[in-house]
């Protein structure tokens, strides 16, 4: 099992421009979302799944929109970078099941500079 | 809404010593669950314990153990005989019990303690 998995792990873009973070997980899980993480801040929701074809807004969902494109995967996407997006992107995943084990399960993070 | 504070943002201990990283929250909820996640330079986001609510029972897993003082709202996590490999930032988490995902399902991280380890 590889987990979750994010692509790319390192990007830079000019101010303007758009991209799409993309995450899969190959652990079977229910719910995906999407974290950001600012220097000196623990990470912060800004979208998430709870199960596929659902998707609603986190603490900091202005200027990204997601796609929860089958129970595997889920995208992030910027319509048009600013530089307040720079961050450390991660995305996560949990089995939602009665019993099962609380936590998350995280990727490796992509590295966003906008430029 | 739920807010995490971590007192300390940063720490430095001596190899094989013990250190104590604080964390408290507030909620109104009486059912959640707590967690102390390792961020390494390798950013990676490692689940180092983790504390269901309803349990009195203090969590432990090998050298990290908690405690939990519920009525507190306090979190701290004890690592002992702390080594080299323990060097990192931590994160204090908090989530709300709902089963049907969410927002409510959502971490809400505190800001973090970097723990230096001295040899």
């Known amino acids: 099992n590889a987990g979750v998995t994010q692509n790319p792990k390192f990007q830079v873009l000019k101010t303007g421009q758009s991209m799409t973070l993309q995450c899969a997980q190959d652990m079977n899980h229910n719910s995906m979302y999407w974290y950001r993480q600012d220097p000196g801040m623990g990470l912060r929701l800004i979208y998430y799944s709870a199960s596929e074809g659902t998707t609603d807004k986190g603490e900091v969902p202005n200027g990204y929109n997601v796609s929860r494109l089958n129970k595997r995967e889920f995208s992030l996407r910027l319509e048009s970078a600013a530089p307040s997006q720079t961050s450390v992107y991660f995305c996560?995943?949990?089995?939602?099941?009665?019993?099962?084990?609380?936590?998350?399960?995280f990727g490796p993070g992509t590295r966003l500079t906008v430029t | 809404a739920q807010t995490v504070t971590q007192s300390q943002p940063e720490m430095s201990v001596q190899e094989a010593e013990t250190v104590t990283l604080s964390c408290t929250y507030d909620t109104s909820e009486s059912d959640y669950y707590l967690f102390w996640y390792k961020q390494p330079p390798s950013r990676q986001m490692i689940l180092v314990i983790r504390q269901e609510a309803y349990k009195q029972q203090n969590a432990t897993e090998n050298r990290f153990s908690v405690n939990f003082q519920k009525a507190a709202k306090s979190f701290s996590l004890k690592i002992s005989d702390s080594q080299l490999g323990d060097a990192a930032m931590y994160f204090c988490?908090?989530?709300?019990?709902?089963?049907?995902?969410?927002?409510?399902?959502?971490?809400?991280f505190g800001k973090g303690t970097h723990l230096i380890i001295q040899p």
């Open positions: 996560a995943s949990r089995r939602l099941r009665q019993g099962a084990s609380p936590e998350q399960y």
């Open positions: 988490a908090y989530r709300s019990p709902a089963l049907s995902g969410g927002g409510a399902d959502g971490l809400t």
